[in-house]
């Protein structure tokens, strides 16, 4: 089944600075890559996504860039802000396949 | 904005207890599902629905666990007897299941569960 690693496990940013967080995954067949943002307590909360057919994808501050030749996808966020700081997991799923998710990243953005 | 709704959001328990966990999805997604998320982990699907009907629930313990969607809206998950390594949030999230598609997930607050 698939495999889906991320790194790093916490990230710490100056408030301004740009903050990017890698994720992995193993089955080619994979077609779907969402980010979740999940605060303390609270259900993941989708930021974005990205489908195999394209490889980068921007909204606002938020982009995430698809490599599927190297089975590959990052979150990148610029400008952070203190209410950035939260728990970001990465997923991966195939169409008829559970969706698999990372291990997450603590990101802190200190003001 | 239409939200996945879950209740409780908090269940403490002791072990070899009942417990039962709810959630109603967003009003017209047909795909509902259970994952369980263990402290500094990413979610976990227990279970799949496609209206009434399980899909995929591979990940379920069955022997312990149990999962309804009889209406083919809202879900129940419960848990009896419950075990120590039960302790975790239950979260709940549908889509709308277009066949053929991966439609995207959208999550409820989750269920803290804390078995003692």
């Known amino acids: 089944g698939e495999n889906v690693e991320q790194h790093p496990s916490t990230l710490s940013v100056q408030e301004g600075d740009s903050a990017v967080i890698k994720c992995t995954y193993s089955d080619s067949a994979s077609n779907y890559f969402p980010w979740y943002k999940q605060e303390l307590g609270k259900g993941p909360q989708l930021i974005i996504d990205?489908?195999?057919?394209?490889g980068e994808k921007k909204d606002q501050r938020i982009a995430v860039t698809l490599n599927k030749t190297a089975k590959h996808f990052s979150l990148h966020i610029t400008e952070t802000q203190p209410e950035d700081s939260a728990v970001y997991f990465c997923?991966?799923?195939?169409?008829?396949?559970?969706?698999?998710f990372g291990a997450g990243t603590r990101l802190t953005v200190k003001p | 904005e239409a939200e996945v709704a879950q209740s409780p959001r908090y269940k403490i328990t002791e072990k070899s207890q009942a417990v039962a966990f709810w959630c109603d999805p967003i009003?017209?997604?047909?795909?509902l599902y259970w994952y369980r998320q263990i402290l500094g982990q990413g979610p976990e699907l227990l279970v799949q629905?496609?209206?009434?009907?399980?899909?995929?629930d591979s990940q379920l313990p069955k022997d312990r666990f149990s999962a309804e969607r009889l209406k083919g809206v809202d879900s129940t998950l419960k848990i009896q007897p419950a075990e120590l390594g039960d302790s975790a949030m239950y979260l709940c999230?549908?889509?709308?299941?277009?066949?053929?598609?991966?439609?995207?997930?959208?999550f409820g607050p989750g269920t803290r569960l804390t078995v003692l």
């Open positions: 997923a991966a799923k195939v169409t008829l396949g559970d969706m698999r």
């Open positions: 009003s017209g997604h047909a795909t």
């Open positions: 999230a549908s889509s709308l299941g277009l066949e053929g598609t991966t439609d995207t997930q959208y």
């Open positions: 629905f496609q209206d009434e009907s399980v899909v995929d």
């Open positions: 990205i489908r195999s057919n394209v």
